[in-house]
C-alpha cells in the first residue's frame, strides 16, 4: 500500500482519491478566502459551524503572504494550528495554495513581492498598463512561489507525513488573465511574437507564431501555455518534498466567452489536452461550478480520464441535491459547495453584489440562506451509507434533472425499467436527482430529493412490471436498514422529497 494519499485505482478499477488504501468521497465544504487566516477566528466562528453540518473534508487557503512575511523567513504557526484543529474536529483537510495567483490576480502574494514590480514583473493591458496580476512570463516570481510552496510541502511532510490530515493540495486558484485575452508586458509581447513549441507543434500538428498556428485563439493559447507551464514548476518543486496529489481549478467558460472575460489561459475544459502538455505533474483538473448546469458541467470534466473533483459548488438549495448525482454518476472524489462555513448563520450573510458581477456568478447560485438543513439532510444519508456506496460504485448510478424542461428520464435494469419522474423546480429547494442501483435483478435501491419512481416493461415485451414490495431504507455505518413497509395509501409511487431519502423497491410480472 502507499504511503501518502494518491490519484489510484480502487478495487472495481475506478480512478480515486486513494487515502489509507480506501477510495475517499469528501462530504466537503470550502471556507470563505479569508476564515483560516487567523486561527482564532477559525476556533470561535468556523469549526462549530462545520460540524453542524456534518462535514469530513475541508478545503481552505493557505496564503504564501502568512508563510513568508520576510523573504526567506519561514512561519508555520497558522499551518500548525490549523491542523491541530482539525485533527480535533475529525475533519481532514485540502490545502489551497493561494501563490502567485489566484481569481485573475496576484493579491496574496507577501507584501515585499508586491512592493517590487521591477524584480516582479506584472502583466500589462493593451490600452489601460499594468494589471495587478503577475506576469506568467516573470521567472524570478515562480522560482520565488516554488521556492515557498516546496518550503511549505517539506513542513507538511514533517508534521503531516503519518497523519494524512491534508490530503491533496489545490495549486494556486483559478488561474488566468483578466480584463485582456493576453499579457501585453513587454516581456511577454516579445514571445508572444516567436514560435510556438515543439511539443505543441508536434501534438497540435500546427506550425507558426501564436497566430499563427491558433488564429484568434492563440492570444489565450499562449496564456494557458506560460501558466502551465509555471504551475509545472510550483508543482514539481512541491512534490518533490511530499508528492501529495495536486489539482488547479477553474473559473469556467461562460457568457460573455470572450477569454479576458473569464481568465485567460485558466484550466478550461477545452484547453486541458494543452495544460496536460505543459504540466504532466498536475494530477488533477477540477471545475467550479456556479452555473446553472451542473451535468454539463461535471461531463465537461469527466474527459480523458480526469476523475471528477468539485472544490467550490453553487451554495442554493439545489447543491444539496446535486450531491447526489455528482456522487452516484461520477463517483466524484468530494463536493465542496462555496463559503461553507456561512451557512449555519446564513443571516449574516450579505450578497456583495459587486464582488458578484466582477467574477460573473449569478446570485441565486451564491445565496446560501435555507441551504444547510437540505444539506445536512443530504451528507446525513451519504455518510451513513458511504460504505455500502463505495463498495458498490461499479454498479451505482446517478441522475439530475438538467433544466425547467427536462421531465424526467428512464433507468435501464435488467428485466425491467425504472420511469424516473422530476418535480417542478421551486426557489429555495432542492433540484431533483439522485443515486441508484440494482441490488440484485428487480429489486433497486434509490436514494435523492424531488423525484418520483415508477417500475415500466421494456421495450417489445409482453410482460407487464409492478411494484410489489416497498420499504423505507436507511443507513448506519454502511449497513441498510429496513424501516417502514409502504403500503395502502402510501404504496405505488415511490417519491423522495425536498429531504433526501431512500428507499428499497422489489418488482414483479403479471
Ligand atoms: C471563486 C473563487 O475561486 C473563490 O475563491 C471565491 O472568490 C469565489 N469565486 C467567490 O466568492
Not at 10 to 18: I, N, V
Not at 247 to 257: C, D, G, I
Not at 460 to 472: D, F, H
Request: charged fraction near 20%; charge should be negative.
Amino acid at each position: 500500500m502507499k504511503k501518502f494519499p494518491y490519484i489510484g485505482l480502487d478495487q472495481h478499477g475506478l480512478t480515486s482519491l486513494m487515502v489509507d488504501g480506501n477510495p475517499w468521497m469528501g462530504l466537503a465544504g470550502e471556507l470563505k478566502n479569508s476564515s483560516s487566516s487567523n486561527s482564532k477566528y477559525m476556533e470561535e466562528k468556523v469549526w462549530p459551524n462545520l460540524s453542524t453540518l456534518g462535514l469530513d473534508t475541508v478545503l481552505l487557503p493557505v496564503a504564501w503572504e502568512s508563510i513568508e512575511p520576510e523573504e526567506g523567513q519561514f512561519q508555520y504557526d497558522l499551518v500548525d494550528e490549523i491542523l491541530a484543529q482539525a485533527r480535533k474536529n475529525n475533519i481532514r483537510l485540502v490545502l489551497l495554495w493561494f501563490g502567485l495567483w489566484k481569481n485573475g490576480e496576484s493579491m496574496y502574494v507577501p507584501l515585499w513581492v508586491k512592493r517590487d514590480p521591477e524584480r516582479f514583473i506584472l502583466a500589462q493591458h493593451q490600452f489601460v498598463g499594468r494589471s495587478v496580476s503577475i506576469s506568467p512570463l516573470c521567472q524570478p516570481a515562480i522560482e520565488a512561489d516554488a521556492k515557498a510552496f516546496k518550503k511549505l510541502m517539506a513542513y507538511l511532510r514533517q508534521v503531516d507525513g503519518e497523519m494524512h490530515t491534508v490530503l491533496m493540495v489545490q495549486v494556486e486558484n483559478e488561474i488566468g488573465f483578466l480584463g485582456s485575452e493576453y499579457d501585453h508586458s513587454p516581456l511577454a509581447e516579445e514571445a508572444f511574437g516567436q514560435m510556438i513549441p515543439n511539443v505543441l507543434a508536434e501534438a497540435f500538428n500546427k506550425q507558426g507564431t501564436w497566430s499563427e498556428a491558433f488564429g484568434e485563439d492563440g492570444p489565450e493559447y499562449f496564456m494557458a501555455w506560460h501558466y502551465a507551464s509555471a504551475v509545472e514548476r510550483i508543482i514539481q518543486a512541491g512534490k518533490t518534498e511530499f508528492p501529495l496529489p495536486m489539482f488547479v481549478n477553474a473559473w469556467l467558460e461562460q457568457h460573455p466567452t470572450y477569454p479576458g472575460y473569464y481568465p485567460s489561459g485558466g484550466p478550461i475544459a477545452r484547453l486541458i489536452p494543452l495544460w496536460k502538455l505543459a504540466a504532466p505533474s498536475i494530477d488533477l483538473y477540477a471545475p467550479d461550478v456556479y452555473v446553472s448546469d451542473f451535468f454539463q458541467a461535471c461531463q465537461d470534466y469527466s474527459i480523458l480520464k480526469n476523475p471528477l473533483l468539485l472544490p467550490e459548488v453553487r451554495r442554493d438549495p439545489v447543491t444539496a441535491s446535486n450531491a447526489f448525482y455528482a456522487f452516484g454518476h461520477h463517483k466524484a472524489i468530494l463536493f465542496s459547495p462555496f463559503g461553507i462555513d456561512e451557512f449555519v448563520d446564513y443571516l449574516e450573510y450579505k450578497p456583495n453584489t459587486a464582488l458578484l458581477a466582477e467574477l460573473n456568478i449569478d446570485l441565486e447560485s451564491f445565496n446560501c440562506a435555507g441551504t444547510s438543513p437540505y444539506l445536512i439532510s443530504s451528507y446525513r444519508l451519504l455518510r451513513n451509507a458511504r460504505p455500502f456506496l463505495l463498495s458498490n460504485r461499479d454498479k451505482m448510478g446517478g441522475f439530475i434533472k438538467r433544466s425547467n424542461h427536462d421531465r424526467g428520464c428512464i433507468l435501464h435494469g435488467h428485466e425491467c425499467d425504472l420511469i424516473i419522474s422530476y418535480q417542478d423546480s421551486l426557489p429555495g429547494k432542492p433540484g431533483s436527482a439522485g443515486i441508484w442501483m440494482e441490488l440484485e435483478t428487480n429489486t433497486f435501491m434509490l436514494m435523492g430529493c424531488r423525484f418520483s419512481v415508477e417500475p415500466i416493461q421494456k421495450r417489445n415485451t409482453s410482460k407487464r412490471v409492478i411494484s410489489l414490495r416497498l420499504e423505507e431504507v436507511t443507513f448506519e455505518r454502511g449497513e441498510m436498514l429496513i424501516g417502514r413497509i409502504l403500503n395502502g395509501d402510501e404504496r405505488g409511487h415511490m417519491i423522495c422529497g425536498d429531504t433526501a431519502s431512500c428507499f428499497k423497491m422489489t418488482v414483479g410480472y403479471v
